[in-house]
Each structure stands twice: as C-alpha cells, then as structure tokens.
C-alpha cells in the first residue's frame, strides 16, 4: 500500500494541490504558449500556402481545370488565416499580461487598437477552416462542386 503523504508531495512538487487541482499558469507562460501555438499555425500555414500555390501551376492533366478557382479560394483564405496569425505573433512580444493582451487591442504598424485580439484569434480560425473545408469539399465533389469551373 502506498503511503498517501508521498503521493501529496509529489502533487504538489507536479504543481498539483492535494486536491488535485493544477494551480493557474503564470502570466508569462501563458503568453509562451500562446506565441509557440501561434507559430506552430503559421508554420502550418506557410506548408498550406506552399502546396496550394504548387497545386495552382500543375498541369492541368494532374490537377484538372475544374479545381483552380477552389484552389485560389482557399489559398486566399489561408492567406487571411496566416494574416491574422502574424498580428498576434509580432504583438505578443511587447505584452506582459495574457488577460489584458486577449481583451485588448491589437494591430500592425504601431496602431494597436484595431482589433481585440479574441477577434482576430477566432477570424484566424474561421479562415483556415474555411479553406480547408472548401478544398475538401472541392475534392469530394469534383466537377459538381458548386465553386467548380466548368469547362
């Protein structure tokens, strides 16, 4: 049997309380991992921009006529996605409060109060999801799909 003392001490050296609550991140990690996820997306983005422009100049034997305009669609789109992304990435340096940088204002070009962060986080999302369901609506229609240049 395992002395219950031991398993409290380690809780609490993991950051746990005894019951078994995690205690809340500091200010500065949570601004941390706010900046590696967001370079992990732009990352992602930048791979998803890149196949989308090669898809663009492949012959149109490999990738038919039909798929070019859901192709640009959705580059566009991850391009808006990869837009918002670099707004919270370059304001994400200069922050010291999570709470107050998600709450506030962000921008570009030193005018910081264009948008509130919460926002352009969510319109980051909405946009990579939205090309990524138009290119998967596009395969899985083909010719049919409504975006579909007909030739």
Same mark, same amino acid.
């Given at each position: 049997?395992?002395?219950?003392?031991?398993?409290?001490?380690?809780?609490?050296?993991? &950051?746990?309380?005894?019951?078994?609550? *995690?205690?809340?991140?500091?200010?500065?990690?949570?601004?941390?991992?706010?900046?590696?996820?967001?370079?992990?997306?732009?990352?992602?983005?930048?791979?998803?921009?890149?196949?989308?422009?090669?898809?663009?100049?492949?012959?149109?034997?490999?990738?038919?006529?039909?798929?070019?305009?859901?192709?640009?669609?959705?580059?566009?789109?991850?391009?808006? *996605? &990869?837009?918002?992304? &670099?707004?919270?990435?370059?304001?994400?340096?200069?922050?010291?409060?999570?709470?107050?940088?998600?709450?506030? &204002?962000?921008?570009?070009?030193?005018?910081?109060?264009?948008?509130?962060?919460?926002? =352009?986080?969510?319109?980051?999302?909405?946009?990579?999801?939205?090309? =990524?369901?138009?290119?998967?609506?596009? =395969?899985?229609?083909?010719?049919?799909?409504?975006?579909?240049?007909?030739?």
């Amino acid at each position: 049997m395992t002395d219950p003392s031991i398993i409290t001490q380690d809780r609490e050296k993991a &950051g746990d309380s005894a019951e078994g609550h *995690a205690k809340p991140a500091s200010n500065e990690h949570r601004l941390g991992m706010l900046m590696d996820y967001t370079k992990l997306h732009i990352g992602l983005y930048a791979v998803v921009i890149t196949t989308l422009m090669a898809l663009r100049k492949i012959d149109a034997q490999i990738v038919p006529e039909y798929y070019r305009l859901p192709i640009i669609i959705s580059l566009v789109l991850v391009l808006f *996605a &990869g837009l918002c992304g &670099g707004i919270i990435a370059s304001n994400l340096p200069e922050q010291k409060d999570f709470d107050q940088f998600w709450d506030n &204002g962000v921008g570009i070009w030193g005018k910081n109060d264009l948008f509130k962060t919460r926002y =352009v986080a969510r319109f980051e999302h909405i946009f990579f999801w939205l090309g =990524v369901l138009n290119a998967v609506f596009a =395969v899985l229609c083909g010719e049919t799909y409504f975006l579909a240049i007909k030739s």
